[in-house]
């Protein structure tokens, strides 16, 4: 080969070399970001190029959107650049987000309502794009207060509950008309069960016209078959002695009694005889008591 031939066959193959050696091929796609320049089929050793985040993302603050085309015809390594923007925060009253999230674009949030208040709409919502901007694909619930039916009516009663709206925490207290005696607690309150329905912590008391023999008073204990009763505890004289006179009444009724009621109501004149006695016997006691504290007194 003439030497001339070969010198330029050499110069050839190193122009060659030294642009395959520089050239790179166009980048591949960064996730949710776009080139800001035209692409190219090449790009020269120590070329950059910017980019930007498409829409419904955002840069990320500390981040460089560059690459370079490297000696070695690669690009160079560039962290995530590019974030989902954050869509408002929720306004939900009475209720709050259940688990942690950012808010950002693609992020799933779950509503919850407080105690006492249950959802009324979706419970779920998304992050999505909306234009060149984010928002939720749905509006927060609203969290109800938990309603629960009226209380009920009692016979020879009624409770001081106002009109047919009762809501979680609404109280209503029960009282009896007179000579009738409260049995059950006599307040009861609506609370809310596992499947957010509104409950009354507690049945209805009743009113019975029964006696409640005190019980820091004697150890009485009477059953009758039809009269049954329970008044709060008797602190006073005059009340043991109107309870005694009760008591009398109950004891001439059951004089008046046919052949038929003698079997059913066998022992109980003696039984109602010894409650007489023995009260009267505890009233009479007290008087003493009370006497000789008044003598103590004066003295």
Known sequence: MPPCRGAFLAALLLVFLSEARGDCNPPEPIRNAALKQEPKPSYPAGTELTYTCISGYEYIPGKRPVIRCLDTSEWSQVDVFCRGKRCPTPDIGNGHIVEDSELRLGDQITFACYEGYRPVGRTEARCVLSGSN????????????????????????????????????????????????????????????????????????????EILLPSSG??????????????????????????????????????????????????????????????????????????????????
């Open 134 to 209: 984010v928002d939720w694909n749905s509006r927060p619930p609203h969290c109800e207060r938990v309603p629960c039916y009226p209380p009920p009516e009692i016979a020879n009663g009624r409770h001081n509950g106002q009109g047919d709206s009762y809501t979680y925490g609404s109280a209503v207290t029960y009282q009896c008309d007179r000579e009738f005696s409260l049995i059950g607690n006599k307040t009861i309150v609506c609370t809310v069960d596992k499947n957010l329905n509104g409950k009354w912590s507690g049945s209805a008391p009743q009113c019975k016209d």
């Open 218 to 299: 004697p150890n009485v204990t009477s059953t009758f078959p039809t009269y049954t009763s329970s008044l709060p505890t008797l602190q006073t004289e005059l009340a043991w002695e109107k309870l005694f006179i009760i008591l009398q009444e109950i004891k001439d009724l059951i004089n008046i009694k046919t052949k038929s009621f003698e079997e059913r109501l066998d022992g109980l004149e003696k039984k109602v005889d010894k409650v007489i006695y023995e009260m009267k016997s505890c009233c009479q006691q007290s008087r003493e008591e009370r006497l000789e504290e008044e003598e103590e007194e004066e003295s």
